[in-house]
T-cell receptor, first 114, second 114 residues
Framework: GAGVSQSPSNKVTEKGKDVELRCDPI?????LYWYRQSLGQGLEFLIY????????KSGLPSDRFSAERTGGSVSTLTIQRTQQEDSAVYLC????????????FGPGTRLLVL | AQSVTQLDSHVSVSEGTPVLLRCNYS??????LFWYVQHPNKGLQLLLK??????LVKGINGFEAEFKKSETSFHLTKPSAHMSDAAEYFC????????????FGTGTSLTVIP
C-alpha cells in the first residue's frame, strides 16, 4: 500500500517568511511524528500525535514551530518567521500506534532558508 | 530515561569484509530496539527490530543484530559488505515508559571501499 508522503519535497524560502510542511501518514496509523535532521546530525524529535490525545510538543525548539493534525490523518508543521538555522530536512513518520511499534518514514522535506 | 549511543560516527570497510556498527542503549524498562538505514537523499528504512523475542534478530539485506542485555548493546553486523550498503545507519530505542516515543542515536556513516 501507499507509504508516508510529504510535500513539498524541497522548499526554499527567505528569512522571516512562514512555511508549511505537509505529511500524509499511512492510512489507519494513529501515531504521527515529526523530526528534524540537520546536515550531518541525527534525528531531533519535534512533536508526536497519538490518536485524539493532546500532542507531545516537548521537542519543538521554539514557539515559532507549531503543528496540527486534522481528522487524525494529515499533519501540517508550520514554521513562522523562518531563520537560517531552521534549514534542515524535516521528516515525518507514522506508526500503527501500539506501544513500541515500528515507525514508517516519509522521504522528507528539505528546507533551505536564505 | 531512554538513550542510545552509537560508538562510531564513521566506519569504513572493504567490499566483501564484515561490517560491525556498534550501539549501546540505556533503558529502565524492557526496550524495543531498531536499526534504520538512510541512503543519500532517501528516507529512513527499517532494517530490523528487537521486541523481546529472539535475541538474535535477522533483517533485510543480510544484516542482523544481537540484543545483549548484560552489555546493554545492540550491535549491527553483516558478514560481507556490498557497495550498496554505503549509507547512514541509526540505532533507535523505544521503551514502555516513553509512551510511544523513540530515541535516535546520532548515526554511523558506513563507507564501503571497492
Amino acid at each position: 500500500g501507499a507509504g508516508v508522503s510529504q510535500s513539498p519535497s524541497n522548499k526554499v524560502t527567505e528569512k522571516g517568511k512562514d512555511v508549511e510542511l505537509r505529511c500524509d501518514p499511512i492510512s489507519g496509523h494513529t501515531a504521527l511524528y515529526w523530526y528534524r535532521q540537520s546536515l550531518g546530525q541525527g534525528l531531533e524529535f519535534l512533536i508526536y500525535f497519538q490518536g485524539n490525545s493532546a500532542p507531545d510538543k516537548s521537542g519543538l525548539p521554539s514557539d515559532r514551530f507549531s503543528a496540527e493534525r486534522t481528522g487524525g490523518s494529515v499533519s501540517t508543521l508550520t514554521i513562522q518567521r523562518t531563520q537560517q538555522e531552521d534549514s534542515a530536512v524535516y521528516l515525518c513518520a507514522s506508526s500503527p500506534g501500539r506501544i513500541q511499534e515500528t515507525q514508517y518514514f516519509g522521504p522528507g522535506t528539505r528546507l533551505l532558508v536564505l | 530515561a531512554q538513550s542510545v549511543t552509537q560508538l562510531d560516527s564513521h566506519v569504513s570497510v572493504s567490499e566483501g569484509t564484515p561490517v560491525l556498527l556498534r550501539c549501546n542503549y540505556s533503558s529502565s524498562y524492557s526496550p524495543s530496539l531498531f536499526w534504520y538505514v538512510q541512503h543519500p537523499n532517501k528516507g529512513l528504512q527499517l532494517l530490523l527490530k528487537y521486541t523481546s523475542a529472539a535475541t538474535l534478530v535477522k533483517g533485510i539485506n543480510g544484516f542482523e543484530a544481537e540484543f545483549k542485555k548484560s552489555e546493554t548493546s545492540f550491535h549491527l553486523t553483516k558478514p560481507s559488505a556490498h557497495m550498496s550498503d554505503a549509507a547512514e545507519y541509526f540505532c533507535v530505542v523505544s521503551g514502555t515508559n516513553t509512551g510511544n516515543q523513540f530515541y535516535f542515536g546520532t548515526g554511523t556513516s558506513l563507507t564501503v571501499i571497492p
